[in-house]
């Protein structure tokens, strides 16, 4: 069973940076689909991010050209490079491990995008 922890949030400025990071211990990333979530206040998680093993990318539209997913197999991390940050990206961040039947969660980085 693989455990996840995010690290990275915090607060920022609208068209601001911040990078998320993915801790995972006891099972390897590169074997898992590898997602960034999020929800706000009153709404449902969305996907926002995800890494499948072999590579592929899936982005929600509304972060496409903005964030980045990245993982280190070395390292066991997976990442989330955001850019270009908006008010409506405010929300707790999510890191979540994939497999057949399998999935496990981070707790949670909260995200807070504000002038």
């Known amino acids: 069973q693989v455990q996840l922890v995010e690290s990275g949030g915090g607060l920022v400025q609208p068209g601001g940076s911040l990078r998320l990071s993915c801790a995972a211990s006891?099972?390897?990333?590169?074997?898992?689909?590898m997602g960034w979530y999020r929800q706000a206040p009153g709404k449902q998680r969305e996907l926002v991010a995800a890494i499948a093993p072999g590579g592929t990318i899936n982005y929600a539209d509304s972060v496409k050209g903005r964030f980045t997913i990245s993982r280190d197999n070395a390292k066991n991390t997976v990442s989330l490079q955001m850019n270009s940050l908006k008010p409506e990206d405010t929300a707790v961040y999510y890191c979540n491990a994939r497999r057949e039947t399998f999935s496990s969660w981070g707790q949670g980085t909260q995200v807070t995008i504000s002038s």
């Open positions: 006891g099972s390897a990333v590169s074997i898992h689909t």
